[in-house]
């Protein structure tokens, strides 16, 4: 069996508090020995570059990765605006291997072969009967194209391969996600993760928006910007949607990035690729989130949507958001095999700002339903793929990776 366990703390130093978290989660383990460590921390921890090399003192010899969290870290009873989150999965039954690659284009193609490396692993796992393969992503978010990213994975990782991870956050100042590894925060690699099990591993995404705007098609765009809608400026008519379904958007341009981000997203609805995958709903749109709005009006998107696409505005209320996380545990206990040690948890900063003071009732509900401990982080951008999704990469969602028994 897996030994799963997490803990979040919020003491006043990075250092601090990645030394409370991972002894708590190394407790919880019950003798097992670590084979990975998931952190996240708050990057405006002035020591936060020392969380990972705090957790190792405290765990070992172990691989850490992981990343900055968006303004959030999350525990099985608790969340913090500021704090570190630490996962820890150990047993027989799991085996780890690690790569990054370097951010040196748009395509991400150097992540190619570090997840090729990843691929070759699995199988050698496989035939030692850790026939469950899942790659763990993780990049800092702002600066890489989602889309490119989960490209270059599933090129390398092949078709056997689950992905989850995430773009990572910085507390919202967009200006500094960084990812761990090598007891470091990097701001120019991408982490690749092979967790090769015995248990199956539950992926589930859900988002729970719908569609509140009529279908509008993209009719320019250059790679992640955004330009027109319907051969007008996008952000005219992105606006105009919004307001007609009871937005009230402010006239600042970073503010209302992050309005748009939080509350009226975009969501894919071209009939010509589908809409939907088995990691969500069916009934949901793939979710785009603004980054940033330039002052000639285009649209730094987190992820590239092609010219030709179709979009609509997305909206949700607070139910929506929790009814579809709570649903998304149910699902992904299922798909873990019935039963669950465990799971990680990687939700969309959005979600936060959308949940406000109600935020704490979404790890709650999901790991009352599963029944089983939590630890992560709110994030920039989410990824969740099974094995036959054809989608893998989304904004306002919530990811559960679950760890069966």
Not at 228 to 257: Q, T, Y
Request: aromatic share 4%.
């Amino acid at each position: 069996m897996i030994s799963f366990g997490s803990a979040m703390s919020a003491a006043a130093s990075a250092v601090e508090a990645a030394r409370e978290a991972a002894a708590t989660a190394k407790a919880a383990l019950a003798g097992a020995d670590p084979k990975l460590a998931i952190v996240f921390v708050s990057v405006s921890y002035d020591d936060a570059d020392a969380a990972a090399r705090a957790v190792r003192g405290v765990v070992g010899d172990v691989q850490i990765i992981g990343g900055t969290s968006g303004a959030c870290v999350v525990g099985s009873g608790r969340t913090a605006s500021k704090g570190v989150s630490v996962v820890l999965l150990g047993g027989d039954d799991v085996e780890v291997e690690s790569r990054t690659a370097p951010i040196g284009s748009p395509s991400l193609v150097e992540t190619v072969p570090a997840a090729e490396r990843i691929a070759a692993a699995a199988d050698l796992a496989a035939k030692r009967g850790l026939g469950h393969y899942t790659c763990l992503v993780f990049a800092p978010g702002i600066v890489v194209d989602g889309e490119a990213l989960v490209a270059a994975v599933r090129k390398g990782a092949g078709a056997r391969a689950r992905l989850a991870g995430a773009l990572t956050g910085d507390d919202l100042t967009l200006d500094r996600p960084q990812v761990l590894f090598g007891d470091e925060l990097h701001r120019d690699k991408v982490v690749v993760t092979g967790v090769f099990t015995k248990a199956p591993i539950g992926i589930v995404a859900r988002h729970g928006y719908a569609a509140v705007g009529p279908v509008r098609t993209v009719t320019r765009a250059d790679g992640i910007h955004l330009l027109e809608l319907d051969d007008r400026p996008a952000l005219d008519v992105w606006l105009e949607d919004a307001r007609a379904a009871g937005a009230e958007p402010p006239s600042d341009p970073k503010a209302l990035a992050l309005y748009l981000a939080d509350y009226y997203e975009l969501g894919l609805a071209d009939g010509s690729t589908p809409p939907t995958t088995l990691a969500q709903d069916p009934r949901e749109l793939i979710a785009r989130a603004p980054f940033e709005i330039r002052e000639d009006g285009a649209i730094r998107l987190s992820g590239a949507i092609g010219e030709g696409t179709r979009v609509r505005v997305l909206h949700a209320s607070r139910e929506d958001l929790l009814r579809a996380s709570s649903e998304a545990a149910t699902t992904a206990v299922e798909r873990a095999g019935g039963a669950v040690v465990g799971a990680l948890v990687l939700a969309c900063t959005g979600r936060l700002a959308a949940l406000g003071g109600a935020f704490p009732e979404e790890p709650a509900g999901i790991a009352q339903n599963l029944g089983a401990p939590i630890g992560g982080a709110c994030v920039f951008g989410e990824i969740a793929r099974n094995v036959r999704d054809h989608d893998a990469f989304f904004n306002t969602t919530v990811v559960i990776v679950a760890f069966g028994r």
